[in-house]
């Protein structure tokens, strides 16, 4: 399988539903929660990808620009989008 069709067979999508125990004040999706989701379907789509373990190193940005009410089923979708490479962390670079 060529790296094309790797990063195709890895897309990841999840349905979940917004339950008033993941909710704020307002009624709609707590961010973190969002987050939390969306970090939990991106792991997925890498794992799938690379068929090694893999966790979130950063995240520069997320903006969230419409509230997601309480009773929504909502879409994940992890894509992956770009393939480097970086060091592995050797013992003594841990914390």
Do not use: W
């Amino acid at each position: 399988m060529n790296l094309t069709e790797r990063i195709q067979a890895s897309e990841t999508r999840v349905f979940k539903t917004v339950f008033p125990n993941t909710t704020n004040h307002y009624d709609t999706l707590f961010g973190g929660t969002a987050m939390a989701m969306m970090d939990e379907v991106a792991f997925m789509a890498a794992t799938r990808f690379s068929r090694q373990m893999m966790v979130t190193v950063s995240s520069d940005r997320i903006d969230f620009k419409k509230s997601i009410p309480a009773g929504t089923i909502i879409e994940l979708v992890g894509r992956v989008k770009q393939v480097g490479n970086t060091r592995p962390l050797s013992g003594t670079d841990r914390n």
